[in-house]
């Protein structure tokens, strides 16, 4: 008897296993026949659909976007303009002295007469210019406006940041010479 129901046993185990690999495969139960329609039904259902066409909503063309610049800043170009130094116009050759920039230039020595005191101005060559009141000295347009007994004073012009045309004095030292040797 124990053999039988080991034997049952191992059956129900056999046919529970079976089920559960149909079932768990999808061999469940089988798909439901398609239903048979009437020709007429068919009939009815393609008519509708060859009646009803699809149509695409109309796309409204627009215009090609074309870039107008006017009135408006150029891109490439700096914001802020930068406009050359205008160089004078001279009618006359410069002399020696208008070559010279008066850093390079050193005051030699200072002479007194009755019409007025001279100056001795030397380049940065060791080459000597007499100069009195009125002569034009530098690079910058610079006259000599004053001779006084230890400098003169030169009046340069100069052109600030906003382009006017200003005025400065630039005073030359007399170079003393001394004792041992020059300075």
Not at 100 to 110: G, M, N, P, R
Request: net charge positive.
């Amino acid at each position: 008897m124990f053999q039988i129901t080991e034997k049952l046993c191992m059956g129900w185990a056999f046919v529970s296993l079976c089920f559960l690999l149909t079932a768990g495969c999808g061999g469940g139960t089988a798909p439901a026949p398609p239903l048979k329609t009437t020709p007429k039904i068919e009939a009815k259902k393609a008519e509708p659909v060859q009646a009803i066409e699809r149509k695409e909503p109309e796309k409204k063309v627009e215009p090609e976007y074309q870039y107008n610049p006017t009135g408006k800043p150029d891109p490439f170009k700096p914001f802020i303009e930068l406009t050359p130094v205008k160089e004078r116009v001279r009618t006359t050759p410069l002399t020696p002295l208008q070559k010279f920039d008066l850093s390079q230039l050193k005051l030699v020595a200072i002479v007194s007469t009755p019409e007025g005191n001279i100056a001795l101005v030397e380049d940065s060559t060791g080459k000597g210019y007499f100069v009195k009141k009125g002569t034009e000295i530098g690079k910058n347009e610079g006259k000599v406006t004053k001779i006084l007994r230890d400098r003169i004073i030169v009046e340069e012009l100069y052109e600030d940041v906003f382009g006017k045309i200003k005025k400065s004095e630039v005073p030359l030292f007399l170079h003393k010479i001394e004792e041992g040797g020059e300075s």
